[in-house]
């Protein structure tokens, strides 16, 4: 059989050097699991567009829809700022999740113990938080029609058109419903049924996706509104939450930072199961490229390693594996490894890009 395949876009910035500390771990998997990935590595972003005049090459796109999954670093900059719209680094990114059509965004939010003290939040509210966001990505209010500012009589009108069709809440519900068995067996469903007539579709059909395909899941729903309330109030509560694509935004990145800093954020888009029965899957860190501390050894590579955990488990049926690359960023940051996004006293040393990747190499070695 041959090896699963991987492709690895670094992209701008921070991108190459968090994804350095990844390819460390890549092959520390196949030195020491006999986990070997077919790894082809491309351009994409200011990158590709230096080399190519577009973010994305055509010969990208088109190994993007073959591989089992991509691994994307960061792109963007600003030394890309003045480009034309068109050919802007994050036209590749867009471009990658339309061609692909990866619906389903995943957003975990989980917080090591840690690093608790970093939330907003109580310490017990928080720590040992593992819950995961799917967000519908390529439909609702973002893409309807009509859409556009319009005159109406003497003023100016601005309209957005929220639109979802049954299949495109059946594909997203069953994504959720799918993570759920792998996880906590729970799904909270949230729309706004009580004031929009999407929301009553919503409600509907994810209800009928769980009575005909998944009745050994738990399912809930709630309204958005009160769901961001108990986001902030009990987040311990949820497993998963499956909800539209507005909703979806505003709620992630509500609970992405109830865990504290964005070095630490990984995401997944998922689109259809491919022949191989898995779905299409693009991984990515939830933060930019950081100019700010691009190429001085700063950056924390765990957002990226964690999406790397989400890739073993989500397209490499590798769940055990992806523990073990979780408990070892655990253990790491239990053993007070810090870069500089995660100090919180003056005076401490941070360690740096390759010190984080080496200790997470090094804990994964303790943990086996
Ligand atoms: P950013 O996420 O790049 O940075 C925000 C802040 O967080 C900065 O202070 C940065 O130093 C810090 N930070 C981010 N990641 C970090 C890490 N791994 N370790 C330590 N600190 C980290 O967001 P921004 O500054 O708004 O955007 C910079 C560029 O990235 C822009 O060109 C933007 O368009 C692009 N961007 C790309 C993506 C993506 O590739 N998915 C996402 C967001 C922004």
Request: proline residues 4%.
């Amino acid at each position: 059989m041959s090896n699963p395949s991987l492709l690895i876009l670094p992209g701008d910035g921070i991108g190459p050097e968090v994804m350095a500390e990844v390819r460390k771990i890549i092959d520390w998997f196949g030195a020491n699991k006999g986990l070997t990935f077919d790894v082809t590595e491309d351009l994409v972003g200011g990158a590709a567009y230096d080399k190519h005049g577009t973010p994305l090459h055509d010969d990208t796109m088109a190994k993007a829809q073959e591989v089992d999954a991509v691994l994307l670093g960061a792109v963007g900059g600003p030394k890309y700022d003045g480009l034309d719209f068109s050919v802007k680094p994050e036209r590749g990114l867009l471009r990658l999740r339309k061609e692909m059509d990866l619906y389903a965004n995943l957003r975990p939010a989980q917080c090591f113990d840690a690093l608790a003290d970093f939330s907003s939040l109580k310490k017990d509210v928080v720590a040992g938080l593992d819950i995961m966001i799917v967000r519908e990505l390529t439909s609702g209010i973002y893409f309807g029609e009509p859409r556009g500012i319009f005159e109406e009589g003497n003023e100016r009108v601005g309209i957005n058109t929220q639109r979802y069709t049954e299949s495109e809440i059946e594909r997203v519900a069953r994504s959720a419903f799918e993570l759920a068995k792998r996880r906590g067996n729970k799904v909270c469903s949230m729309e706004k049924a009580n004031v929009m007539e999407s929301g009553i579709l919503w409600r509907e059909v994810v209800q009928k996706v769980h009575d005909e395909e998944y009745a050994d899941v738990e399912l809930s729903h709630m309204y958005a509104d009160a769901g961001a309330m108990q986001l902030c109030r009990w987040p311990k509560q949820f497993d998963v939450i499956v909800t539209d694509n507005l909703f979806g935004d505003l709620l992630s990145d509500a609970a992405a930072m109830l865990t504290g800093s964005l070095g630490m954020l990984p995401s997944a888009s998922l689109g259809a199961p491919m022949a191989n029965g898995r779905p299409k899957a693009l991984y990515e860190p939830v933060h930019g490229s950081a100019p700010d501390i691009a190429g001085q050894g700063k950056a924390n590579p765990c957002a990226c390693i964690l999406s790397f955990a989400m890739a073993l488990r989500y397209s490499f049926d590798q769940g055990e594996n992806a523990d073990l690359l979780e408990k070892a960023v655990e253990k790491v940051l239990a053993d007070g490894v810090r870069t500089a996004d995660l100090l919180q006293a003056e005076g401490e040393t941070p360690a740096s890009t390759a010190d984080m990747g080496d200790a997470v190499i090094a804990a994964l070695a303790d943990l086996s």
